[in-house]
């Protein structure tokens, strides 16, 4: 045969999954970063803030094993414990993460600007809303408790521990679009504020959008943020574009207010016949 046909999907967004932290609550995704360093003080290792920020929107055991692999955490592990980190410190680490969190957790929950507005937009134009988290169910019920208060209630919330794995892996954004019953996924787009939320998109076949500012990857709080001097932040906006653009995400803005506009650009991309 000398001629094949490709099938194309031209119509409209159907649904939008959101992460939690740092994207709908906890400007600036600041309850675990603090969480991560606490913890591993309590194990006679100085973490940095950045280095605690790295490996985030991971399950929270993975990114306690990838901070413990990175090369300086591992030489004070050394130096502090006599050998090199096992498996089984990892566990340890992580089975003391999970109550340090909790506790810190109810200090974080205020929703982030714009969520509602955001949210109500989608809906006005028939799309679905799902959520995804590396928090475990106990922490995302916190979560949606606090954000039902303020008005934002996805239609599904998938926790990490609710999949095989999570992100970089895309299980969470599936399961999420399969309880929604929307497909196929290029009618859909993942929003997040972190690396491993732009893979855990682009993984399942997603649109992707990041967002800086507000999210981990500036990582201040909305105090800290708006007490800080123009010149000071637009350097750290613009170094999360370039590491989130780099990472491979479709759309970089500052925050969730700037997403309904991106709607009608990726639809138009669709209707041309243009996949994520
Ligand atoms: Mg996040």
């Known amino acids: 045969m000398e001629f094949y046909t490709q099938r194309q999907y031209r119509g409209p967004l159907k649904a939008a999954i959101f992460d939690w932290a740092g994207t ?13 360093q606490d913890l591993f003080r309590r194990n006679g290792i100085e973490a940095t803030i950045a280095q605690a920020r790295e490996p985030m929107g991971m399950h929270k055991r993975d990114h306690i094993a990838t901070m413990l692999a990175m090369p300086e955490i591992a030489r004070q592990w050394e130096a502090e ?14 089975e003391t993460f999970i109550p340090l969190q909790l506790k810190a957790l109810p200090n974080f929950l205020d929703i982030i600007p714009g969520v509602v507005n955001t949210v109500d937009a989608m809906r006005a134009r028939g799309m679905k809303i799902g959520a995804t988290t590396g928090y475990n169910e106990e922490m995302m019920g916190f979560c949606q408790e606090a954000a039902t208060r303020e008005g934002y209630v996805p239609d599904v919330s998938i926790a990490v521990t609710q999949v095989p794995a999570g992100r970089p892996a895309p299980w969470m954004a599936v399961k999420a679009a ?8 290029e009618s859909i787009v ?21 967002l800086t500012k507000q999210g981990n990857e500036v990582g201040l709080s ?8 123009p010149g000071d932040l637009a350097p750290r906006v613009e170094r999360a574009t370039q590491k989130l ?3 491979g995400a479709h759309y970089v803005v500052e925050s969730v207010e700037d ?9 138009e991309r669709l209707a041309r016949g243009e996949r994520p």
């Not at 399969?178 to 996924?185: A, G, K, N």
Request: aromatic share 8%; charged share 20%.
């Open 245 to 247: 653009a780099q990472a």
């Open 81 to 94: 414990h006599g050998s090199p980190h096992s498996d089984d410190d990892v566990t340890r680490l992580f």
């Open 190 to 210: 993942k929003i997040g504020d972190t690396v491993t939320d732009v893979l855990e998109g682009l993984n399942a076949g997603m649109w992707t959008i990041a």
């Open 178 to 185: 399969m309880e929604l019953q929307v497909f196929p996924w």
């Open 259 to 267: 997403i309904p506009p991106l709607l009608d650009t990726i639809e």
């Open 222 to 229: 909305r105090a800290e943020v708006e007490a800080m001097a």
């Open 24 to 36: 709908t609550i906890d400007y600036g995704c600041c309850a675990p970063a603090g969480t991560f």
